[in-house]
């Protein structure tokens, strides 16, 4: 069955280092997967679409990068600030071409 | 509107009445979603619309689930004889179309408690 991963565990990083968080997933092959970021009672917000011709993606402090032969992708903010703190939420399409979500990495900075 | 705006943004109801939920998406998003969040868990498909198409149902958990979307715009999610288990946060989303790698513009939820 298809399956997404995510490091459940929180991410702990210091102000202004770069925050690196991990998407796996099994059993598809996604033609885009997309990153949301979700705030404690509200819903997730987009951030950023990567398609899979795309290797890499970059919007002002955040990377998201999509390797296909090892179906990850990877989420990337440089100089992270504590507002950043939030949980990230990966979201591959399925065959449906709705979105499947990952469970979310939280991201703790510490000022 | 401005964003997808869900109602109510919190109900208490006695297990095995019905509830309403509803969501006004942004107008001219042809996709609406439904998805809903159990607590400290990833969000889960329910069902979706696009246009004038038939709904993708396939995430509706029992047939105590169900959704219309009138006129392309307004959904309500109805759920029937509603049980413990129901309980979560109720999310709508919407897009302009469907299918070609857009991104979602969520509501902020309804959270549903079932007591």
């Known amino acids: 069955s298809q399956k997404i991963e995510q490091n459940s565990e929180a991410l702990n990083i210091q102000e202004g280092k770069t925050a690196t968080l991990t998407c796996n997933y099994t059993n598809y092959s996604p033609a885009y997967l997309q990153w949301y970021r979700q705030d404690p009672g509200r819903g997730p917000v987009f951030l950023l679409l990567i398609r899979e011709n795309e290797k890499e993606k970059r919007k002002e402090r955040l990377k998201v990068t999509f390797d296909t032969t090892l179906k990850q992708s990877l989420f990337h903010i440089t100089a992270s600030q504590p507002a950043d703190s939030a949980t990230y939420l990966c979201a591959p399409n399925n065959a449906g071409n709705m979105l499947t979500f990952g469970g979310g990495t939280r991201l703790m900075v510490k000022p | 509107g401005a964003g997808v705006s869900q109602s109510p943004s919190n109900k208490v109801t006695e297990k095995g009445k019905d509830v309403e939920l509803r969501c006004d998406p942004i107008?001219?998003?042809?996709?609406l979603y439904w998805y809903r969040q159990s607590l400290g868990q990833g969000l889960e498909f329910l069902i979706y619309f696009q246009g004038n198409s038939a709904p993708d149902k396939s995430g509706l958990p029992s047939d105590r689930f169900s959704a219309e979307r009138t006129g392309g715009s307004v959904s309500t999610l109805t759920i029937q004889r509603t049980q413990q288990e129901d309980s979560a946060v109720y999310l709508c989303?919407?897009?302009?179309?469907?299918?070609?790698?857009?991104?979602?513009?969520f509501g902020s939820g309804t959270r549903l408690t079932v007591v």
């Open positions: 107008s001219g998003h042809t996709a």
């Open positions: 989303a919407s897009s302009p179309r469907q299918g070609i790698g857009v991104g979602y513009t």
